[in-house]
Each structure stands twice: as structure tokens, then as C-alpha cells.
């Protein structure tokens, strides 16, 4: 990560504004709202995201979890946000910006309710946050990571301009324990103009509230 970014007190962006959804900093107090969330979406979870097999959780598990990501957050550890509605009423889905990368790259992450796939929702937060990880965090490049077997996951960076760079065979552990294969996909700076990522509209937020300029 650039000394810009873990250096100036307002960033990274607390808060991101897509056409649909708002993309922000989880809170404690959003533990039930993500509780519902995950739980009527479990058997869509279980299949793709390791995590889901120890769901649900309890409501205090969730406040405690919350609680540590967003101390890694104001840390500058690692970036997870929760996607709301426009009213932040309810759990979206969840997406992250995350620091396991050598280089100065992040890797986003994403989960969308189950009554929520196939809307384009996953296509538009990776794309916002695609733009924010380049234009607020000044990485030079941005991977997404996926099962290949996920083709609704996979369909996400190839429709935005990520270009697949590897397919890493038994790397990485499935929803069961099992090893399986992984797919990196990648975008550089440079190419961003050319990508569906330039037209994004999003809109960024400091710690304070204040607006970031999104290039």
C-alpha cells in the first residue's frame, strides 16, 4: 500500500455510494441486520464461501466479529464492508478490499444475498470498488479471486476487464475442507480506461464525511 493512503488520517474510504446500494464500514449495531442476512442465505452461502459452514451464529458472535473488522479497519489492516440498501436498512451482501496481496495491490471479495443474485448487484460493487482501490487507496492493481466452478463469480471480472492470469490448481480449501482450484483475475492501472471500471459511478467518503474525488 502507498504511503498516501497510511498516511492520511481520512482514508481509506469509510463509506462508497453505487447507482443501487451503499458500501460501508460494518458497526457493531449492524449485527443483526447481518444475521438475517446470512441466514437466509446459508444454503447459497455453503456452497461457495467456506465460512458458511459455521453458520449461523449467534447474535453476540456477530457483534464481536464486527467488532473486529472494524478494528482492522481503522488500523489499516484490512478493508471488509458490509453492502447495504439505500436506507441502510438491510444487509446487501459483503464485500471487502483486502490487504493478503504482495505489491501494492488489494484483492476485492464479494457476497450477495441469495433473493438478490443475478440482478447485476456483485458486477456493480466490484466495479465501485475497483474504482476506489485505484483512485483512494493509489494501488496499482486489483485482483479477484474465485472457484472456477462459480460461474456467476467468475462472469464478474471478465464482464469488468480483469484479465485471467492463472488458474492455481488445488490451492485453495472449498466450503466442505476439500482443496480446489483457484482463478486469479487481474487489473493494472494502466488498462483501467479501457475496462467498463472507468464508467463506474460511485461516490466516496472520508472518515469525517467528506467527499472524495474519484478519478
Known amino acids: 500500500m502507498?504511503?498516501?493512503?497510511?498516511?492520511?488520517?481520512?482514508?481509506?474510504?469509510?463509506r462508497i455510494e453505487t447507482e443501487r446500494a451503499v458500501v460501508r464500514c460494518w458497526?457493531?449495531?449492524d449485527?443483526?441486520?447481518?444475521?438475517?442476512?446470512?441466514?437466509?442465505?446459508?444454503?447459497?452461502?455453503?456452497?461457495w464461501m467456506p465460512w458458511a459452514k459455521n453458520e449461523p451464529t449467534t447474535l453476540e458472535e456477530k457483534i464481536a466479529l464486527l467488532r473486529h473488522w472494524r478494528a482492522e479497519f481503522d488500523q489499516d489492516s484490512d478493508y471488509t464492508y458490509g453492502i447495504f440498501s439505500p436506507t441502510e436498512k438491510e444487509v446487501w451482501g459483503g464485500t471487502g478490499l483486502h490487504r493478503r496481496l504482495t505489491g501494492n495491490a488489494l484483492e476485492i471479495g464479494y457476497w450477495i444475498r441469495a433473493d438478490l443474485i443475478n440482478r447485476g448487484l456483485a458486477t456493480e460493487i466490484a466495479a465501485a470498488l475497483?474504482?476506489?482501490?485505484f483512485s483512494v487507496n493509489?494501488?496499482?492493481?486489483?485482483?479477484?479471486?474465485c472457484d472456477p466452478a462459480n460461474v456467476r463469480s467468475a462472469a464478474i471480472p471478465r464482464k469488468l476487464g480483469f484479465t485471467q492470469e492463472a488458474l492455481l490448481r488445488r490451492?485453495?480449501?472449498?466450503?466442505?475442507?476439500?482443496p480446489i482450484?483457484?482463478?486469479?483475475?487481474t487489473l493494472f492501472l494502466d488498462?483501467?480506461?479501457?475496462?467498463?471500471?472507468a464508467g463506474a459511478r460511485v461516490k466516496a467518503f472520508d472518515v469525517l464525511e467528506s467527499e472524495i474525488h474519484i478519478t
Open 2 to 14: 502507498s504511503s498516501e493512503t497510511s498516511t492520511d488520517p481520512r482514508r481509506p474510504a469509510y
Open 191 to 197: 488498462q483501467v480506461g479501457n475496462t467498463p471500471v
Open 130 to 133: 475497483t474504482k476506489v482501490a
Open 171 to 178: 490451492r485453495a480449501t472449498g466450503s466442505d475442507g476439500s
Open 138 to 145: 493509489k494501488v496499482d492493481r486489483v485482483e479477484i479471486h
Open 31 to 47: 449485527a443483526g441486520i447481518l444475521l438475517r442476512a446470512v441466514t437466509r442465505s446459508i444454503d447459497h452461502l455453503r456452497d
Open 181 to 185: 482450484d483457484t482463478m486469479i483475475w
Open 27 to 29: 458497526n457493531p449495531t
